[in-house]
């Protein structure tokens, strides 16, 4: 049994105290977790995976965040979240009209994807929070608590609150030379939402909220099961690859001025960006979509490749390539919530509209189909591998 214990620098020296054994998500090490003072941390001594941190008030200060989260949350729906002006016309939209526009424009598929990942999605996490912790504030817990943790925690990598506010801001500085950009209440509340449920995530730990709990994670690690996962992410890396040749040749969207139609592919927006001096929008546009993606699928593709032959060499380099792609993958549907914010505010008729075309979508199937190959992907094998050749 392995036990990690990090001082925090300003402690006094601790003398660890026996804790919860929990099992490494990433290598499958169990570890025992000593008793923590504040802001110490505990890491995997195989992996370095990062098993839990401790905070004084942790669960007080997590209950509040998701309290004022959900205030600006709703307070962020009902108002106007922006509003689009040229030559005399003009159009608004609130953050469920946008929806809406996405079904009627025949592009439910991408509508149904937006409402899941900036509002069904955020609405249900906060609400799960508070579910866990309120009952805390009185040393108590309700029901069923221990599925609605586990559920929390795999939601979360879905809600793209933070992504949806960084393709607005993009999408604004796009279009800012063309009309009048009004910005509504509901778009700062929507700021305070997600500046709120960020900090909360910061004070969310799934080791000590599953202390509080009184949940035995040892008894939810799945078994590993090493052909299942390989031939599963093959599959979706293989689906994900498919999937990014019309995304990147496809429109992504048709801007229609005075009745005269222009497509738009994600590498002619890069280059139309570039061309208007909007370089760090164009620098950000590209990475996300076109540098991630692909980075994403090659060092999958090699990952898989290296468990699929037994590699038993540079296990730490690969668990930090995959930390990132699993960190990094979710920001490429930066230029889908573009498209979507584009879609739904810039409706004038002929003077000037914007369609989503097919590449929204099958680009959204990349960023999806890839994250769930980085979620298959069973990174215990990696270290399956050395422990054999050690035995």
Avoid at 86 to 94: F, M, R, T
Avoid at 131 to 143: A, E, I, N, R, V
Avoid at 159 to 168: D, Q
Avoid at 177 to 190: C, Q, V
């Amino acid at each position: 049994m392995a036990t990690m214990y990090v001082p925090h620098p300003d402690s006094a020296t601790s003398t660890p105290v026996a804790g919860q054994t929990v099992i490494c998500h990433e290598c499958g090490l169990p570890v025992t977790v000593p008793l923590l003072i504040s802001k110490q941390k505990a890491h995997c001594p195989r992996c370095s995976f990062h098993l839990t941190t401790y905070r004084d008030h942790a669960h007080q200060w997590v209950c509040a965040l998701a309290l004022t989260a959900l205030f600006f949350f709703i307070a962020s729906l009902p108002f106007e979240f922006l509003a689009f002006t040229v030559n005399g016309q003009s159009h608004q939209i609130a953050l469920l009209n946008s929806v809406e526009i996405l079904f009627a424009e025949d592009f439910a598929a991408l509508g149904l994807i937006q409402a899941i990942a900036i509002l069904v999605l955020p609405g249900t996490i906060l609400l799960s929070v508070l579910y866990l912790t309120l009952p805390l504030q009185f040393g108590k817990s309700w029901p069923n608590s221990t599925w609605v943790a586990r559920w929390v925690f795999r939601l979360l990598p879905w809600a793209m609150a933070e992504i949806f506010l960084i393709g607005t801001l993009v999408s604004l500085i796009k279009i800012s030379s063309l009309a009048d950009i009004d910005i509504g209440p509901s778009f700062y509340a929507y700021v305070l939402f997600t500046l709120s449920m960020t900090i909360m995530l910061v004070y969310l730990d799934q080791h000590q909220l599953s202390v509080a709990l009184k949940i035995n994670t040892k008894h939810h690690i799945k078994p590993l099961q090493r052909s299942s996962s390989i031939q599963t992410t093959w599959a979706l890396l293989f689906t994900a690859i498919l999937l990014y040749i019309p995304a990147n040749f496809l429109p992504i969207m048709i801007t229609t001025t005075l009745g005269q139609a222009q497509p738009s592919t994600i590498i002619g927006g890069v280059v139309v960006l570039w061309q208007m001096g909007s370089y760090p929008i164009a620098l950000i546009i590209f990475v996300a979509s076109v540098l991630v993606p692909v980075a994403k699928l090659v060092i999958l593709c090699w990952l898989n490749l290296s468990v699929q032959q037994g590699h038993t060499a540079h296990h730490h380099e690969r668990m930090i390539l995959y930390r990132f792609t699993e960190f990094i993958g979710r920001w490429s549907m930066i230029d889908v919530f573009v498209v979507a914010i584009l879609v739904s505010l810039i409706q004038l008729g002929n003077v000037m509209s914007i369609q989503p075309g097919y590449a929204a979508l099958a680009f959204c199937g990349v960023v999806i189909t890839t994250m769930f190959a980085a979620i298959n992907f069973d990174t215990r094998l990696i270290w399956q591998q050395e422990v054999q050749a050690h035995e």
